[in-house]
C-alpha cells in the first residue's frame, strides 16, 4: 500500500458550529491516463486529548449528546433522506450537538449530514454481539472493525471509535480495540461498558484505552 500526502494552505477548519467542507478529487493515472476518478466531500480538522482534555483544533470542546438508532414510529428501519434530515434538525433545535451511533454503524447518509449540518458523532463499531471472550470470534469483530473503518474514517463528524455497546471488555475486545487504535491513531477509541460489567474490568483495564465511559450509573454515584 502507498500513501500520499499534501499540504493545505490556510484552510477553514471543520467543528459542528462551523461545518465547512472540501472537494476532494483523486484521479489514478497510468501511462497519461486517467483509469478511475473519486470524489468526495471531506472537512480539515484535528481531534486530540491534552491533559485529560478532549479537543478539537487545539480547543477544548463540551459534547452534549444522545443515543441514535436509525428506527421511524412509521416506517421502522426504512429511512428516507428527507426523514433523516428532519431527526437531525429536530436534534438540532434541542441544542444537541453529538450523536452516538447505538449498536451499530448508522446508515452513511446520516453521516453525510452530519458532516453538513455540523454534529460529532461516535461511530459504533459492532462488535458486542456473540461471545466476547471466545478467541473464535476475533475474526468477525476484526472484520466488522475493519468495515467500519473503511466506510466512515473519512467523515470529519466522527471524532471517536466505540469499541462495542455494552459487551464486557475482554482479551478479545482488546485486540478490536488495538487494532482500530492502530488502523486510526487520529481519533480516540472508548469501550463502552455496562454497569457492574465495567467495576469487574476496571481493575486490570488497558493503558491504551483513550476515554472512560460506564453506562447507567447512577445519580450518587455522578
Request: charged share 20%; proline share 7%; glycine share 4%.
Amino acid at each position: 500500500n502507498e500513501s500520499i500526502s499534501f499540504r493545505v494552505n490556510n484552510p477553514e477548519l471543520w467543528t459542528a458550529e462551523t461545518p465547512v467542507l472540501y472537494f476532494l478529487n483523486l484521479h489514478l493515472v497510468k501511462k497519461n491516463s486517467v483509469i478511475q476518478t473519486k470524489s468526495q466531500v471531506v472537512g480539515i480538522r484535528e481531534v486530540s486529548i491534552e491533559n485529560v482534555v478532549l479537543k478539537l483544533n487545539g480547543k477544548p470542546i463540551k459534547l452534549r449528546g444522545i443515543n441514535h438508532h436509525d428506527t421511524n414510529p412509521e416506517y421502522g428501519k426504512t429511512f428516507t433522506k428527507e426523514l433523516l434530515c428532519q431527526d437531525l434538525s429536530l436534534i438540532k433545535r434541542a441544542n444537541i450537538n453529538f450523536i452516538r451511533t447505538a449498536h451499530y454503524p448508522p446508515d452513511r447518509r446520516l453521516l453525510d449530514m452530519c458532516d453538513s449540518m455540523g454534529f460529532y458523532v461516535q461511530c459504533e463499531v459492532p462488535v458486542c454481539s456473540g461471545d466476547v471472550r471466545d478467541t473464535a470470534s476475533l475474526k468477525p469483530m476484526m472484520d466488522r472493525a475493519e468495515a467500519t473503518l473503511l466506510r466512515d474514517r473519512n467523515h470529519p463528524s466522527v471524532i471517536i471509535w466505540s469499541i462495542g455497546n455494552e459487551n464486557v471488555y475482554t482479551p478479545v475486545t482488546g485486540m478490536v480495540g488495538q487494532y482500530v487504535q492502530k488502523s486510526d491513531s487520529t481519533r480516540p477509541i472508548c469501550y463502552p461498558q455496562m454497569g457492574h460489567y465495567f467495576d469487574e474490568a476496571y481493575k486490570s483495564f488497558p493503558d491504551f484505552l483513550d476515554l472512560y465511559t460506564p453506562h447507567y450509573r447512577s445519580a450518587p454515584w455522578m
